[in-house]
């Protein structure tokens, strides 16, 4: 079965640092990528996707990220944040195999300091 | 936008009640699932349907759990007898075979006293 880690539980960054999510997933197969958002009380957004092709992926509001097939990576990306990214991020799997579920990392929460 | 939509929003019970979680999936979506969100455990998966028949309910708590799609239109949560430890949000989900992505709704957030 597949997993997937999010190293970084709590993050705080100032307004316009740069931002870099880890996450890393286990599974020897094929998988689609996602990383939804959480923004405070609200639900789970899809931010962005990654199912083939060019591995740099461009979501909503200026984020993106890399899948590293070597690496079983899929960090999340963001050049210079704002107090409204402040939410929690999940990254979450599919298995070529698993139908549409979704295996989901722990998430991180971002606090952006104005 | 066609949403996902759950109710109740929020349920506030006590201890050894029935709570009952409903959910409308997007017309036309095959799949539904369950998430439930925990300050501990994060997103687990607790059930998953499609075309109404559940496939894999592993992740949940059989004793006081179960999990119906009476319709294609409703997918329902039932715990009885709730406990303490169910406190959490409870999201549904919900998308098409073949489409990849799951359209969440806004969650249930469940309080167990």
């Known amino acids: 079965a597949q997993s997937v880690s999010q190293h970084n539980h709590h993050v705080i960054l100032s307004e316009a640092a740069s931002l870099e999510l880890g996450c890393n997933y286990s599974?020897?197969?094929?998988?689609?990528l996602f990383w939804y958002v959480q923004y405070p009380g609200q639900h789970l957004q899809l931010l962005l996707k990654y199912f083939s092709g060019d591995p740099l992926v461009k979501g909503i509001k200026g984020f993106e990220a890399e899948f590293i097939k070597s690496k079983f990576s899929f960090n999340l990306r963001k050049p210079s944040v704002q107090w409204s990214d402040t939410a929690e991020y999940f990254c979450a799997v599919r298995a070529n195999n698993a139908g549409n579920m979704l295996t989901f990392g722990g998430g991180t929460r971002l606090m952006v300091k104005p | 936008d066609a949403r996902v939509t759950q109710t109740p929003r929020d349920k506030v019970t006590e201890m050894g009640q029935e709570v009952t979680m409903r959910c409308q999936p997007i017309?036309?979506?095959?799949?539904v699932f369950w998430y439930r969100q925990t300050m501990m455990q994060g997103l687990e998966l607790l059930a998953y349907?499609?075309?109404?028949?559940?496939?894999?309910d592993s992740g949940m708590p059989k004793d006081r759990f179960s999990a119906e799609m009476p319709d294609a239109t409703l997918a329902t949560l039932k715990i009885q007898p709730s406990e303490p430890r169910d406190s959490a949000v409870y999201f549904c989900a919900s998308g098409l075979t073949g489409a990849n992505v799951l359209t969440f709704g806004a969650g249930s957030r469940l309080t167990v006293l």
């Open positions: 017309l036309g979506h095959n799949t």
């Open positions: 349907f499609r075309n109404r028949a559940p496939l894999d």
């Open positions: 599974y020897g197969g094929t998988v689609n």
